[in-house]
């Protein structure tokens, strides 16, 4: 039985991947043949950006059972980090992979301390009372960022809060950070092929720790918290794990992302209440707990509101229902039950064809 399982969830495992690579093969074939507007390849990026923030959220939300409403605060953290170390080390690291690269990691790892450090004491809430709080700290991490001047000359690093004058650096230094309006001439180093390999190793990340030993524990966390404490699992050490490395995801996406733009901003949708608030709708309309779900959700309601442009009095509209119709169809009990039933007859024939080849 346990070997039944295993197979059944590495044969999805590798539909998934599957499937993310050959989306990945049909669109450069479309750019090769010309087939894909210019403006559905500036999406391309920031649905890479999206996808990977949702398969990241529902790590948090979907296996270990928590409502976050933070996770734009960490890729805001990815953002800003890694494009910093970009600026300063363009002159440094000659090579624009190993600095992109470098400046991924740097992004994971910021934002996962930064996911440690508020998960140790947010963690001990629960329910709307862990939203809230999370909501909180997107929100500080957004201001304190926009009040952030930042520069670079001879001597090193200079920082302030008031000015670009109080930095009080030499005449040929250069302003990084210049407060509210964010940082300016970042290497423009993403693409679509770097973000599906991102995708890839965020779902090969988020899937091996969903089937460890560690996953397990996660879960019973998540259907029965006393039941797990009473054998032996450390709630808090397992729930701090599951938070960190979705942070850690979530700055990695943004670190991607900022790479993206010659001038980003902290004060903008992309990193507030409402992308959080977006995250969670892909989440919850993909499946909570279903990667591959997650994945679609993002893609189609990342694409549809750029589809529906050219009807704008009716985009809304649309928008809604489409989200609607959407919500009913995964969550409806009906349609579960004609899912269900669709899936048994399409097997069922498959099975009826297969006797009648051999």
Known sequence: MKR?????????????????????????????CGLLSNQLQGLLVPICYYV?????LNLTVGILGELSLGHAGFACVGVFTGTV?????????????????????????????????????????????LAIVTLAFCEIIKNVINVIYLGKDSQGLHISTTDTTALGMEPEGVVIIKGAQGVTGMPQDANFTIGILLILITLFIVLNLVHSRDGRAIMAI????????????????????AFSISAALAGAAGAYYGHNFNNI?????????????????????????????SIIAAVLLTLLPEMLRGISEYRLLIYSIVLIGMMLFNWSPKAQAWKEKMKVRILGKLKKNQKEVQ
């Open 4 to 32: 039944l399982l295993q197979s059944k969830e590495t044969k999805k495992t590798l539909i998934t991947f599957g499937i993310v690579i050959i989306t990945y093969i049909i669109v450069e074939i479309l750019m090769l």
């Open 52 to 56: 990977m923030l949702a398969i990241s």
């Open 85 to 129: 170390f970009s600026i300063c080390m363009q002159n440094v690291i000659a090579a624009s992979w190993i600095r992109f690269a470098l400046a991924i990691i740097l992004g994971a790892l910021f934002a996962g301390i930064v996911g440690i450090l508020i998960g140790l004491p947010v963690l001990r809430l629960k329910g709307d009372y």
């Open 222 to 241: 998540r259907d029965n918290l006393i039941a797990a404490e009473s054998v032996g699992i450390n709630i808090t050490k397992y729930k701090l794990m």
């Open 265 to 293: 901003k902290a004060a903008t949708n992309n990193f507030g209440y409402n992308m959080s608030i977006m995250v969670l709708v892909f989440v919850v309309l993909g499946g909570i707990g279903n990667m591959r779900g």
